[in-house]
Nanobody, 119 residues
Framework: VQLVESGGGLVQAGDSLRLSCAAS????????MGWYRQAPGKQRELVAR????????DYADSVQGRFAISRDDGKNTMYLQMNSLKAEDTAVYYC?????????????WGPGTQVTVSS
């Protein structure tokens, strides 16, 4: 499974960005997809994830109400709409997928896309 992120960039505080994650397999076959981020000197943290038949979404407290995760199975792509961006949102954002392969859960990562928010 290959994942490729896009949409990162340099924006000002208060602006919006939409990240995309294109998967090499049908996203309908992926159990859970998520966005993680890692800022310099910090551990990678979960930002948002979506999964299950109902497409349930979960968010980190720090982005609740500002970010929205979604998935388009017709395009095999997951999105992260980021609004009201803050300087503390600056990080490399990674796409993650967890796939049930013959009863074993395999985890895959994209290479990441840089998001920089200037204050």
């Amino acid at each position: 499974v290959q994942l490729v992120e896009s949409g990162g960039g340099l924006v000002q505080a208060g602006d919006s960005l939409r990240l995309s994650c294109a998967a090499s397999i049908s996203t309908s076959s992926i159990n859970i997809m998520g966005w993680y981020r890692q800022a310099p000197g910090k551990q990678r943290e979960l930002v948002a994830r979506i999964g299950g038949a109902a497409g349930r979404a979960d968010y980190a407290d720090s982005v609740q109400g500002r970010f929205a995760i979604s998935r388009d199975d017709g395009k095999n792509t997951m999105y992260l709409q980021m609004n009201s961006l803050k300087a503390e949102d600056t990080a490399v954002y990674y796409c993650n997928a967890i796939v049930d392969v013959g009863g074993h859960y395999m985890q895959y990562w994209g290479p990441g896309t840089q998001v920089t928010v200037s204050s």
